[in-house]
């Protein structure tokens, strides 16, 4: 793989690979992308292979604007509009019942797709100048960690991207909100940097899953989000004065942690990938408050934490 800045002949020669079926590592502010074209049966069933991912975990589609979107779905209701205006492009995706066009490989054979408007310039810049929509999974193996650089993606997954753009580090650092719009009351999917509270302030309704428990969806699972060492969350590491840590046993590395909870999420997975790459067994993290804006951190953190079986 070579990862590449993100310039405009690089983003060129990305959208001419996309076009032609391949796939393209891709920066967006949440964390980096698997991108492909998502109208093309074979580029959705690569990104799948890449990923070890099973077919019934759905894709999120990228768009650049909210006429695109359209284009995606069979109606794109009020409420997606309001929210739309609102928080695209931005750390929000809106599960909607799609158009016929779209591949069922894509959508896990849901009769629903999700969409999004990502803010990242090199991934709009993406879609634009390739034309197409572009489902874009996280680039990392089935529940491993989600890379927020270039860098942190993994070999097993580079050596299938006929390219990596490099957009820098993600500002927000955790996967978008996934809001369902498709039934009678809006429902959140995944939390994330847009929480429940800012969607019922638009919307003037409640969401469900407020209280952080969310509705099922395919490719939500208990473990997720983990580095190689055990994730263990405790109340208070000894000898620590200056706030959140994450520690590591083998080692007495500690790396500091912000104590505001979107600081806090953009440093997340890549504290924990440091610790990893220490050959560490177990890392340690303080738990932050239990206030609702550290929800999508705490979704995070217990997924990541969670032991299989
Ligand atoms: O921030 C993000 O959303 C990143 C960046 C690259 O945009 N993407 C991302 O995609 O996290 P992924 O594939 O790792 O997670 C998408 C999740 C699925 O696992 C599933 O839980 C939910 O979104 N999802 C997608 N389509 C859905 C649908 N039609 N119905 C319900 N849930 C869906
Ligand atoms: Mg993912």
């Keep these: 793989m070579s990862i590449t800045p993100a310039t405009e002949d690089a983003i060129s020669v990305a959208a001419a690979i996309l076009r032609n079926g391949g796939l393209v590592g891709m920066p967006t502010e949440t964390v980096y992308g698997i991108a492909a074209d998502a109208l093309n049966v074979d580029a959705v069933m690569a990104t799948f292979a890449a990923k070890g991912r099973p077919s019934e975990n ?5 768009v650049a604007s909210v006429d695109q979107a359209r284009s995606l779905v069979s109606a794109f209701p009020d409420t997606a509009s309001k929210l739309a205006e609102r928080f695209w492009p931005g750390p ?14 894509v959508t896990g054979g849901l009769a629903t797709v999700a969409v999004r408007v990502p803010a990242h310039p090199v991934a709009r810049r993406l879609i634009e100048v390739s034309g197409l929509a572009l489902s874009a999974p996280s680039a990392n193996r089935f529940m491993a960690l989600s890379p927020t650089s270039a860098e942190m993606i993994s070999p097993g997954i580079a050596r299938d991207l006929a390219m990596v753009l490099d957009g820098g580090p993600c500002e927000v650092g955790i996967e978008s909100t996934v809001l369902d719009l498709s ?15 800012q969607i019922e302030d638009v919307l003037g309704m409640p969401v469900l899953g407020h209280s952080g428990e969310a509705r099922k969806s395919p490719g939500m699972y208990a473990r997720h989000y983990a580095p190689r060492a055990q994730v263990i969350v405790v109340d208070r590491l000894p000898e620590n004065g200056a706030g959140l840590v994450l520690q590591s046993t083998a080692d ?58």
């Design 58 to 62: 759905p894709l999120i589609v990228h």
């Design 252 to 309: 007495p590395m500690q790396i500091p942690m912000p104590l505001i909870a979107h600081e806090f999420a953009q440093k997340l997975y890549k504290a924990l990938y440091d610790l990893d790459a220490r050959g560490v067994d177990v890392i340690y993290v303080e738990a932050p408050p239990r206030t609702e804006e550290w929800s999508a951190v705490w979704d995070r953190l217990s997924k990541a934490s969670h032991s299989e079986g």
């Design 183 to 197: 039934g009678d009351k809006p429902a959140i999917l995944r939390p994330g940097d847009v929480s429940a509270g």
């Design 92 to 105: 929000l995706t809106l599960v909607l019942n799609k158009k016929s066009t779209i591949p069922s490989q």
